[in-house]
């Protein structure tokens, strides 16, 4: 048996590194945990974080005082080119992600766990997928919602037939298209097991012509199923879900989980009956569980549940929502045939 510990290194000690978890403990509603890859590393027994880097010093010293990682750097490139690393996390700006996974590939680390959104346009996208090919790195781009088992209970019951043809797929969450509701397309892709066809919406509010903001809108996907899309500035219910099916019905979100299935009535008509979803699973953390899979796919050659290309196309919908505004909410077919568009978001360049 193989009992290889894998060496970490992680790049930019801040939010999803260190310290989220602290502001979740305080969320209502369902937030599994660890949430931070330093804590989640921790949890699995066959990786250990060596070495951190980043360039903000009072970062770098209160990750090492948290988690105990001694080997620290200001700049990645020399993390890399010391520390002799199987596995490297990304967690910067996503502006940054492709010059660090490009370089991590290239010094030859065994996978890449790169955090949400992989990047801001599709050429950085590319170099990324096309580097970590090259290299034979493994790439996993951390939308933990893929691994999140009442999100794979989601999936399951979808597949099963339980609540029929899927029709629709409502999402609501906060804003940034870019940069957050990524996570809401990623997960209609996983659900649908479809590819988007074409979209329409239109960004909340007036920006400059490169920032991401929320939006809303539509998006057809090529099976037939219908997404609608709600991610703007003060949505109240969080991250939340209505899937709805020929049979049926699934909430899902931080604050909600019920499967309601067709049944008939005493009047001779279809009613809806609700009751938990039924999970016959383990809670746990879709961080921990990405890793302990990324470890699975370094030693048997497998493919990632959300891999280079998953996180490509959640960001090709987000920008293809910034194309449709730009164009007056007109429908913007898949794949967009222009790929210069690059976002950004003022509050990551402070």
């Keep these: 048996m193989n009992k290889t510990t894998y060496r970490v290194g992680i790049i930019g000690c801040g939010?999803?590194?260190s310290t989220?978890?602290?502001?979740?403990?305080r969320q209502p509603g369902r937030v599994p945990q660890p949430g931070v890859l330093a804590g989640a590393y921790g949890q699995v027994a066959r990786t250990r974080v060596v070495a951190a880097a980043d360039i903000h010093d009072v970062k770098l010293a209160e990750f090492s005082a948290r988690w105990g990682v001694r080997s620290l750097y200001a700049?990645?490139?020399?993390?890399?080119?010391?520390?002799?690393?199987?596995?490297v996390s990304v967690a910067t700006h996503a502006h940054l992600h492709?010059?660090?996974t490009v370089a991590a590939a290239e010094a030859g680390v065994k996978a890449v766990l790169c955090e949400k959104a992989m990047a801001t346009n599709l050429p950085d996208a590319d170099s990324m997928i096309d580097a970590c090919g090259r290299a034979g790195t493994v790439l996993t781009v951390l939308y933990h919602n893929r691994w999140d088992p009442l999100m794979v209970r989601v999936k399951e019951l979808v597949d099963e037939g339980t609540i029929g043809e899927l029709i629709s797929i409502a999402g609501n969450m906060g804003p940034e298209l870019v940069h957050e509701a990524t996570h809401m397309f990623d997960l209609m892709r996983f659900w649908s097991g479809s590819e988007a066809a074409w979209v329409f919406g239109q960004l909340d509010g007036a920006r400059e012509p490169r920032e991401d903001p929320g939006g809303s809108g539509y998006i057809q996907f090529q099976n037939g199923m219908h997404a609608f899309v709600n991610a703007v500035e003060g949505c109240p219910v969080g991250f939340e879900?209505?899937?709805v099916g020929t049979k049926g019905r699934i909430r899902i979100g931080y604050h909600v989980d019920e499967l309601?299935?067709?049944?008939?009535?005493?009047?001779?008509g279809r009613a809806l009956l609700g009751r938990?979803?039924?999970q016959n699973i383990e809670a746990g953390s879709g961080v921990v569980k990405a890793i302990e899979e990324l470890v699975t796919c370094i030693e048997e050659g497998k493919t990632p549940t959300c891999s280079g290309e998953d996180g490509r196309k959640a960001l090709e919908i987000a920008l293809a929502f910034h194309v449709s505004?730009?164009?007056?909410?007109?429908?913007?077919?898949?794949?967009?045939?222009d790929t210069s568009l690059t976002v950004t978001n003022p509050k990551y360049f402070s």
């Design 241 to 243: 879900f209505d899937l």
């Design 98 to 100: 492709a010059e660090m």
């Design 260 to 268: 309601w299935t067709v049944a008939e009535d005493v009047y001779e």
């Design 276 to 278: 938990k979803i039924p």
């Design 75 to 87: 700049d990645y490139r020399e993390m890399l080119a010391a520390e002799a690393l199987d596995i």
């Design 325 to 337: 505004h730009r164009e007056g909410g007109a429908k913007v077919e898949l794949p967009l045939r």
């Design 15 to 17: 939010r999803m590194a």
């Design 20 to 25: 989220m978890d602290d502001e979740k403990r």
